[in-house]
Each structure stands twice: as C-alpha cells, then as structure tokens.
C-alpha cells in the first residue's frame, strides 16, 4: 500500500510544479482574453453596452478596406523592422562575441547597449524630433555640406521616422538573444572549420548564422509582437499621418466603442499568434534550448 502511495504521490509532482504558472497563466492571460473575446460579440450604441449576442463587430471589421490597410502598414512596420534590427543585432553581435576577446570588454559593451535603456521610451523617442526636424540637427548639416539646398521633409512625420524609432527602441531586444546564441558556440568548430580550409563566408552561413538561429528567433518574436501592439510611436512619429491596428483601438475605445474595439484586439491577437507561429515553424526554440 505504501509503495502505491508512494508512486501516486510521484506522478503528482509534475502537476504541482506546474500548478503555480498554470494558475497564473490562467488568472492573468487566459481570463483576460477570454473576457475579450466575449465583450467582441456584444452590442453597443456608443452609450451603453448591451449583453446581446451579435456578429455584427465581426462582419464590419471584415468588409471594411480601413482594417486590410491598418493591419498592412502595422505587418509592413513590423517586417521591416524586424529586418533592420536583426541586420544590426547580428553584427553587434558577431563582433562582440568574436573580435572583442575579453571578457569583461565583451559585457562592458554589452552594457553600453543598454544604455538607452537607462530614459524612458518616450523620451528616447522625442529625441529623434529636434534632430530629424525641418530645423534639426540632421537638416542644418547636410545643407552646411551643401548636400542639400533646402530640408528634407520625409526624415520627420511620416512612415521612414516611425520605422527609425522603433529600430532605436527595439534593436536591443535582437542584440542581446542573439549574443547569447553565438556565446555559445564552440570556438574549436570554427577552428576546425578553418583548418578544413573553409572561408569566412562559408563559416558565417554554415556555422556560426544556424547556431545563431534560436537567439534570432527569439529576438524575432521580441521584435514583432512589440511592434505590432505599439500605437504611441507610430502616432507620435507620424504626425498622425500612419495609423497602426493599435491606434485605430485606442481611437474606438475613446469613442466608448468596446465591442468593436474588443473584435480588432481579437484579430490583431490572431494575427501576432500566426506570425509567431510561423517562426517557430522555422525554428524549434524549444529543442534548440535544450540542447
């Protein structure tokens, strides 16, 4: 009987260790969305909210050509960016791990990464504002240099700012997993590769690029899913002239319109769930980290 006991207890262990996290996974994600999703069919007259089942936030989010667009410019920020920060993540990167030999100079410029992270994100963001202006610091030099005879106006207001601040903010968010990938790497397969007479090209896509992957799709899902569920910067840094799904939320929720609202949060879930889903197709982080 003790035995029995004893073995019943065993097979408990696991889901008492996973009870905390579960529990807590269900208080604070899977409640909240699910109260989401039901508020998404309800009923609203812009006053009040009415309990009333209804498709109708659905079939208006699905017909309408605003949401196609929104949801195009927000993916269109987001691969860009994506593309962007995982150029200079990986380069960083690169030279930190293998051309900065120490150690302690490695975490130091490490470090100085994170500098900017010492401010807030709004303020990181309001600086690009005197430097990118019609009268900036950018503008007055390349006229000085005679580059130019008159300011450039795309630099400030307009889709290219948007996309430069939210490389600014999030490129750290690629720096420090893919550091952390390539840290990892056996420096005697690049030696061995070498010797074998492999060049430095064929090195950095045979080696060093595939077992960078988990810590390029870890910054990856990073990057994506804080841009696509940003609507400060791209209102900011805009000058109201590109709008995100976020942004479009945040003007129907002023409007007290919740449920439609509640629909596009819904969407932009799916949507974010999909691309996440289809870098994990690409790579499997779970494996790779346990390796």
Known sequence: MSGRSSGGG???VPYLQVAPLAL???????????????????????????????????RELFTS????????????????????????GFTCSYFLVFHVRSLKWQIALLLVCTIPFWTSNVIRMISWIPFLGREGLFNRAIMSMGLTSEPLD????????????????????MIVPIFNSMAKINPNIIEAARDA????WQILTTIIIPLSR??????????????MGDF??????????????????????????????AAMAI?????????????????????????
Not at 65 to 88: D, Q
Not at 197 to 200: D, I, L, P, V
Not at 268 to 284: F, G, K, Q
């Open 154 to 173: 795309f630099l400030l207001y307009s889709q290219f700012s948007v996309v430069l601040t939210y490389i600014h903010l999030y490129t750290l968010f």
């Open 214 to 227: 988990t810590g390029i799709a870890l910054g990856a899902i990073f990057v994506v899913t804080l841009v």
């Open 197 to 200: 007479g492999a060049s430095g």
């Open 232 to 261: 400060f910067v791209a209102r900011v840094m805009s000058g109201g002239q590109a709008a995100s799904v976020v942004s479009a939320m945040k003007n129907q929720i002023d409007n007290l319109f919740y449920p439609q609202a």
């Open 65 to 88: 050509g605003l949401t196609y667009r929104l949801f195009y410019t927000t993916i269109k920020f987001a691969l860009i960016t994506l593309v962007a920060t995982t150029i200079i």
């Open 24 to 58: 807590f996974t269900i208080a604070f994600v899977g409640i909240p969305i699910m109260t989401l999703l039901a508020l998404s069919f309800w009923q609203t007259d812009g006053i009040s909210i009415y309990r009333e089942f209804t498709l109708e936030n659905y």
């Open 267 to 291: 969407l932009l879930i799916v949507v974010v769930a999909l691309l996440v889903s289809a870098i994990l197709r690409v790579v499997d982080i779970r494996s790779e980290l346990a390796k």
């Open 10 to 12: 065993t097979r408990l």
